[in-house]
């Protein structure tokens, strides 16, 4: 366990309950806002966690990314969701270990990220209901644009999310890491 500056460590049982509030504040959130096609806060969400939180919002991310297959069922994107929220949080919390706080590349790093996302999103399923054959790279092209419109609206979302409360949200979360004392 890590000891924080004040002296105080959590128990076993703090710190489960941390990640699992974590956990299940971004499913609901996703939850919440499901109806609106690619309108997201777990990009958000995450990032908060990651970057406050450090590794427990790393393993709130893989605990979250656990929870969805119990709720949707298994599916491709079961793979990207394994490789992509917890990145999220990793990178994140990396540049809350540095203190960065520039809005301007906050919400470029999460912006970028999100067209990592849909490109990765697009791999994966062109591979796994496509297969890779000779016409993979056709089919990925013609998949991607398929998707262009949804992904779009998935990185305007979070420009937009970032760049207007990512700053105060995170203010919001420190505060509240200093009253649990962690």
Same mark, same amino acid.
């Given at each position: 366990?890590?000891?924080?500056?004040?002296?105080?460590?959590?128990?076993?049982?703090?710190?489960?309950?941390?990640?699992?509030?974590?956990?299940?504040?971004?499913?609901?959130?996703?939850?919440?806002?499901?109806?609106?096609?690619?309108?997201?806060?777990?990009?958000?969400?995450?990032?908060?966690?990651?970057?406050?939180?450090?590794?427990?919002?790393?393993?709130?991310?893989?605990?979250?990314?656990? #929870?969805?297959?119990? #709720?949707?069922?298994f599916g491709s994107w079961v793979i990207t969701y394994a490789l992509y929220w917890p990145v999220v949080a990793a990178v994140f919390m990396m540049f809350g270990r540095i203190g960065?706080?520039?809005?301007?590349?906050?919400?470029?790093?999460?912006?970028?990220?999100?067209?990592?996302?849909?490109?990765?999103?697009?791999?994966?399923?062109?591979?796994?209901?496509?297969?890779?054959?000779?016409?993979?790279?056709?089919?990925?092209?013609?998949?991607?644009?398929?998707? #262009?419109?949804?992904?779009?609206?998935?990185?305007?979302?979070?420009?937009?999310?970032?760049?207007?409360?990512?700053?105060?949200?995170?203010?919001?979360?420190?505060?509240?890491?200093?009253?649990?004392?962690?």
């Open positions: 366990m890590k000891q924080p500056e004040n002296g105080v460590r959590l128990s076993a049982a703090r710190m489960l309950a941390l990640v699992g509030v974590m956990a299940a504040t971004v499913e609901c959130g996703k939850l919440a806002l499901s109806f609106l096609p690619n309108i997201e806060i777990v990009t958000l969400m995450l990032a908060l966690y990651g970057y406050v939180f450090g590794w427990y919002g790393v393993v709130s991310a893989g605990v979250f990314v656990c #929870i969805e297959p119990l #709720i949707y069922g960065l706080k520039n809005r301007w590349i906050l919400t470029a790093s999460a912006v970028g990220m999100t067209a990592i996302l849909s490109l990765l999103s697009a791999v994966i399923d062109t591979a796994f209901y496509l297969g890779i054959n000779e016409n993979y790279f056709a089919n990925l092209g013609l998949y991607y644009v398929r998707g #262009i419109v949804f992904y779009a609206v998935q990185i305007a979302c979070n420009a937009a999310l970032f760049s207007t409360v990512f700053i105060y949200l995170l203010d919001k979360l420190s505060y509240i890491k200093r009253l649990i004392r962690m």
